[in-house]
């Protein structure tokens, strides 16, 4: 090899250079055009077994034929340095573009839906990229995007020596699971696609860091940044695009680079119209569920190759760096919710990536602090849940006044049902369907809600009045609290160790009532429009409330300070809210025909529930064991939801009975019957399989 000429091209001059090779503009006089050639290290040759390696990738790189694809024209060595020759590319690359600033939703929807097609055919010939980013992602002459680079990354993995124990990667770009060489699959692609988008749509990176290993433990333990922090004027249902791209747990991700794409062009299509985009989580493949990840050491780090970020991952070496051994310390990343476990809405099994040799290792985090949560339900009783639900049968009517129901609520031991209607508060015996007891007042009530030991009812009425009742004798105990500035109340929700009352006034304030010493001990500002529903969380460490301006916040029930606030909200009234059982989820009844679910620690939408009802929800309520949802509204239907994947199990119209706008569902604590509140003042029973 002289110095300028490669085997018969003939090199022009540098083009780039990083840490898998230094690239050349060169001329191939055989085929008389310019083209790209890339020289790799010299050190891949120390390896014995990389000339059969280099051929085989190589062949492999070049048999990947799609327009989205950089082509390889030939390879080879030339006096022991070895060469790919691909297709010259002068439109420069992604990465230039990113440096002049934030880039267009159109341009950014264009670039990816132009890629994505070819990412996944290389996916599915089974190549994964493994260091895709914009420096990766190179323009023609035509402004059109191409990815190069396939494959050798892989090759530098397999002839550094690390084949069983690290594989090689650019830390800004580097998905959790890659700490882990034998659970690498395409879905590291995908995340790095998201990190992509986010570098487009804000000009900088999600995770930073002082060294490669503070931006690795980033990755592994920070939330995805929220956009708007960076750049106030992008749409909101980008962030839940980028937090599925970028979720930790690769079976929450996007399954393909196509579905990435079309959330992309339906974002753009919703831009355009004013109307929510019909992203895919509508109909997703599971719903994201958290893993409990165990607290454990860090792994440690070889750095390998000059002037780029490139390194190689491996478990128990060293950190070296400029040829001097030292240490990492992790990120200190503080828990967003430090009393909220982490752990599964339920223990349905998915589906691990064709292409996964091993589970990925858990990654280390912060240590949480374990609540106790109910059991999930096995995949055997969601089995049976499902096929009763088809058997869903109305068991009896309880008939109250001829008054618009309000609420409905069952004791804690399932004896006992409590509604409410004009200005009556009802106990039923859900069972016979026989009335136990009658509660009257002086003006109309709203809400109810059982003590947790169901000795007592909390109750809200229309006049300003807070009142808890005897369930026995119906006599108020204690005084009742009344609200200020001639307000009524909405909602209540009795906290889980009986000494708090939540009470949410037809005001933008929630009231914290302490039964123990009979007087206010939180008044919580920060809604700006009258709040709609309280609930406490399972362990009583969070309060959640909600307005109509479709916000919901959280509050640390011990010292009555702001928490946090859900993101990714919408105009709208949030009707009601609900926490999954274990505490981990919040399910908002929607004015927008949906039901949505948000996820506590990260405070952002994972699922949407739509597409089903046709118009306002007005009613959400998890199951006991948390495997199913149950919705209803003005559409005057009931659906049942299967939590593991976010779809209809069931649904059921109230008009088969009596056609109602359905206010209020609850479900029995055995979860086998479900009580359905109706505008009309009766509650239907329903039976599962019964």
Do not use: C
């Not at 882990?180 to 487009?200: F, Q």
């Not at 009763?388 to 609420?407: F, H, K, W, Y």
């Amino acid at each position: 090899m002289s110095e300028q000429k490669v085997g018969r091209y003939e090199l022009k001059g540098e083009v780039g250079r990083g840490g898998m090779g230094t690239v050349y503009r060169a001329f191939d006089p055989l085929t008389r055009r310019e083209v790209a050639l890339k020289l790799l290290p010299r050190e891949f040759l120390h390896n014995p077994t990389f000339r059969a390696r280099f051929e085989h990738e190589a062949h492999s790189i070049a048999s990947l034929e799609h327009p989205a694809i950089v082509p390889v024209y030939d390879y080879g060595e030339e006096d022991g340095q070895p060469f790919l020759v691909m297709r010259l590319m002068p439109g420069g690359s992604l990465s230039d573009r990113v440096k002049q600033g934030p880039m267009s939703m159109a341009d950014i929807a264009r670039i990816i839906g132009q890629i994505a097609p070819g990412l996944d055919q290389a996916h599915a010939q089974g190549m994964i990229h493994r260091d895709l980013k914009p420096a990766n992602i190179l323009f023609d002459g035509y402004t059109n995007p191409h990815i190069s680079d396939f494959g050798l990354v892989k090759l530098a993995e397999d002839t550094s020596g690390l084949t069983s124990s690290g594989i090689v990667g650019t830390p800004k770009y580097m998905a959790p699971e890659m700490t882990n060489p034998k659970g690498v699959t395409r879905l590291v692609d995908i995340y790095a696609l998201g990190v992509t988008v986010y570098e487009m749509a804000t000009g900088e990176s999600p995770f930073k860091g002082d060294t490669p290993i503070a931006i690795l433990m980033a990755h592994l333990n920070a939330p995805v940044p929220r956009l708007r922090d960076v750049q106030p004027d992008l749409p909101e249902y980008l962030q839940i695009i980028l937090d599925r791209a970028m979720a930790k747990d690769p079976a929450q991700r996007y399954q393909s680079a196509a579905a990435l794409a079309a959330d992309l062009e339906q974002l753009i299509a919703a831009e355009k119209t004013g109307r929510i985009p019909d992203l895919s989580f509508a109909t997703s493949p599971s719903m994201p569920v958290p893993r409990q990840r165990k607290s454990g050491g860090i792994p440690v780090w070889i750095l390998a190759g000059a002037g780029g970020m490139v390194i190689v991952i491996g478990l128990g070496l060293g950190l070296v760096f400029g040829g001097a051994l030292g240490g990492a310390k992790p990120i200190d990343t503080p828990t967003e919710l430090p009393t909220q476990q982490v752990a599964a809405v339920t223990d349905a099994p998915t589906e691990a990536p064709a292409e996964t040799s091993a589970p990925a290792t858990e990654a280390p985090t912060e240590t949480v602090t374990q609540a106790a949560t109910e059991p999930p339900a096995s995949a055997v009783t969601r089995k049976i849940v499902a096929t009763n639900l088809r058997e869903m049968t109305p068991l009896r009517t309880l008939s109250g006044d001829i008054a618009v129901l309000q609420d409905v609520e069952w004791s804690h031991d399932g004896a006992m049902l409590a509604t409410t209607m004009g200005d009556k508060v009802m106990l039923w015996n859900p069972q016979t369907g026989d009335k136990l007891a009658e509660f009257r007042g002086e003006d109309k009530t709203h809400s109810v809600a059982f003590s947790p030991d169901g000795t007592r009812l909390a109750t809200t009425w229309s006049n300003r009045l807070a009142i808890t009742l005897d369930t026995l004798t119906g006599n108020p105990v204690g005084n009742p609290f009344r609200a200020p500035n001639n307000y009524g109340f909405s909602d209540a929700s009795w906290s889980p160790d009986g000494n708090l009352i939540a009470l949410a006034p037809d005001y933008t304030s929630v009231f914290v009532w302490d039964l123990r010493t009979d007087s206010v001990a939180y008044e919580l500002k920060r809604h700006f429009n009258r709040i709609t529903s309280v609930a406490f969380s399972p362990d009583g460490s969070l309060l959640a409330s909600s307005d109509r301006d479709g916000k919901i916040h959280l509050w640390n029930v011990s010292t009555g300070e702001f928490v946090a606030s859900m993101v990714d909200h919408f105009d709208g009234l949030v009707n009601q809210i609900a926490w999954s059982p274990n505490g981990n989820y919040l399910a908002a009844a929607t004015f927008n025909k949906e039901v949505v679910i948000y996820d506590v620690s990260t405070t952002r939408v994972i699922l949407r529930l739509g597409a089903v009802h046709t118009d306002v929800v007005n009613s959400v309520a998890w199951s006991p064991d948390g495997s199913l949802i149950a919705s209803g509204g003005l559409d005057r239907s009931i659906v049942i939801w299967d939590t593991s994947n976010g779809l209809k199990l069931f649904q059921r119209d109230t008009v088969d009975i009596n056609p109602r706008i359905v206010q209020r569902l609850a479900f029995s604590p055995d979860q086998t019957m479900l009580a359905v509140g109706l505008e009309s003042g009766e509650t239907t029973v329903w039976g599962f399989g019964q």
